[in-house]
């Protein structure tokens, strides 16, 4: 089962994709894709509906962000070896965790540069989209908390990240900095998340090509660890790390500017295309 939103930003329908591919509509069915709704029982009804009889939306129409406000996105500092062998850092021993301050925003929407960003960077990463509370979670039961997976790209302003004092969420929470979809793909198509190949390109030219096998913390290990100092809640995005291919790892560095396309794609989770915009190269 594919969960998606439809339509213009802040007005999107939620929808489920037919088996042609096409959107139908879930208006009927629920408010909108988010907390309560990602819960096993709403799933199950969700299931249990035959999407050829569900009204379909519009080819071609804007997707949104696939969940639509998620109390907090929660994210992963270098959790593949490759990756922070070219950040220069040590394999963490414990997770690094921080938070993204910005709302998710669709697939396909335009990237803007904010003002006096110098040192914009792409990151593909495996959202964990939760289903129910984990708080004080055993690996051995983190994954029935998780109700899909989608793709989200962690952009980042590396100079606010690194070069503004403490806390990287700084460089990470500029409006649209967390492009979300194009589908939450529910838990049960994602029999195994630590085997999916992920990738993204810049301007066509290949950056990342990874695999979820080289994650250093699983996905069941990081729900845990982070229940151990928040509650994740319904609706809440847990991004699980980026691997090498970064634009701050290459010599000399590649950084975003305006005009500048980013292509990401999860095996099984679908693919992005976001397009920079505003501001100057720096
Ligand atoms: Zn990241």
């Known amino acids: 089962?594919?969960?998606?939103?439809?339509?213009?930003?802040?007005?999107?329908?939620?929808?489920?994709?037919?088996?042609?591919?096409?959107?139908?509509?879930?208006?009927?069915?629920?408010?909108?894709?988010?907390?309560?709704?990602l819960s096993p029982a709403s799933l199950d009804r969700l299931r249990a509906l035959d999407p050829s009889a569900l009204p379909a939306l519009p080819a071609g129409a804007r997707i949104g962000p696939c969940v639509a406000r998620p109390s907090k996105i929660v994210c992963i500092g270098l959790?593949?070896?490759?990756?922070?062998?070219?950040?220069?850092?040590?394999?963490?021993?414990?997770?690094v965790?921080?938070?993204?301050?910005?709302?998710?925003?669709?697939?396909?929407?335009?990237?803007p540069i904010p003002p006096g960003a110098t040192r914009m960077d792409w990151e593909v990463e495996l959202a964990v989209v939760i289903g129910t509370r984990a708080w004080q979670v055993e690996e051995d039961e983190a994954l029935s908390h998780v109700a899909g997976y989608a793709v989200l790209n962690d952009i980042s302003e590396r100079a606010f990240q690194h070069e503004r004092g403490g806390q990287w969420t700084k460089g990470k929470s500029a409006p649209g900095f967390a492009p979300l979809g194009p589908w939450l793909v529910a838990a049960e198509a994602v029999p195994d998340p630590q085997r999916l190949r992920l990738s993204l390109a810049v301007n066509g030219r290949p950056m990342q090509d990874g695999s979820t096998a080289d994650m250093i913390f699983p996905v069941r290990t990081l729900i845990s660890y982070v229940s151990r100092f928040m509650e994740l809640l319904p609706g809440d995005i847990l991004s699980t790390g980026t691997p090498a291919g970064v634009g701050?790892?290459?010599?000399?560095?590649?950084?975003?500017?305006?005009?500048?396309?980013?292509?990401?794609e999860i095996e099984?989770?679908?693919?992005?295309?976001?397009?920079?915009?505003?501001?100057?190269r720096a």
Do not use: W
């Not at 965790?97 to 990237?111: A, I, M, N, W, Y």
């Not at 099984?268 to 100057?280: D, E, K, N, P, W």
């Open 1 to 37: 089962m594919k969960l998606l939103r439809v339509g213009p930003p802040g007005r999107e329908i939620p929808a489920m994709l037919g088996p042609d591919g096409r959107p139908r509509s879930l208006a009927d069915h629920l408010d909108d894709i988010e907390g309560e709704a």
């Open 79 to 95: 959790n593949y070896r490759d990756h922070a062998a070219e950040s220069g850092l040590p394999v963490p021993e414990e997770p």
């Open 97 to 111: 965790v921080f938070l993204k301050g910005c709302r998710p925003t669709g697939p396909d929407d335009p990237v």
């Open 248 to 264: 701050a790892g290459l010599r000399p560095p590649v950084f975003l500017g305006e005009g500048d396309t980013m292509v990401l």
């Open 268 to 280: 099984t989770l679908g693919r992005q295309s976001q397009r920079v915009v505003g501001g100057t």
